[in-house]
């Protein structure tokens, strides 16, 4: 049931894609000529897409919401993977080591100090 309506949804998708790429930015729908009053006219293509658009994004979030309800009861497992938790362990003061004064700090060393002598 759920590869049948994830399937169902993929060809939702795509049909809501073309309906949108088909129309016009202005609504003009598929620009076609004829009659002023006919099916297919530009003003009957532009109600068209529209409603076909209109009636495609319905199905499409209906279909997106009962994929999620469905998904969200196969996952069956709702524990917490707790197999990498670490817990924090208190390092005793008299352990840490003391703070390193700026003058006890090696010098830095220049590794190309050398290299141009020949």
Do not use: C, H
């Not at 196969?74 to 362990?89: E, F, I, N, P």
């Not at 003058?103 to 290299?115: E, H, I, Q, T």
């Amino acid at each position: 049931m759920f590869i049948f309506l994830t399937v169902l949804q993929a060809l939702v998708g795509a049909l809501l894609v073309g309906v949108i790429l088909v129309q016009k930015s202005e609504g003009g729908g598929l620009g076609v000529g004829g009659s002023p009053s006919g099916f297919m006219s530009a003003r009957g293509a532009a109600n068209f897409l529209t409603r076909a658009t209109a009636g495609l994004a319905t199905v499409f979030v209906l279909l997106s919401i009962v994929l999620a309800a469905l998904a969200v009861n196969m996952s069956g497992g709702s524990s917490v993977d707790t197999s990498l938790q670490r817990t924090a362990v208190p390092v005793p003061a008299a352990s840490a080591p003391a703070a390193v004064a700026p003058s006890a700090a090696p010098a830095p060393v220049d590794p190309l100090a050398g290299a141009a002598k020949r």
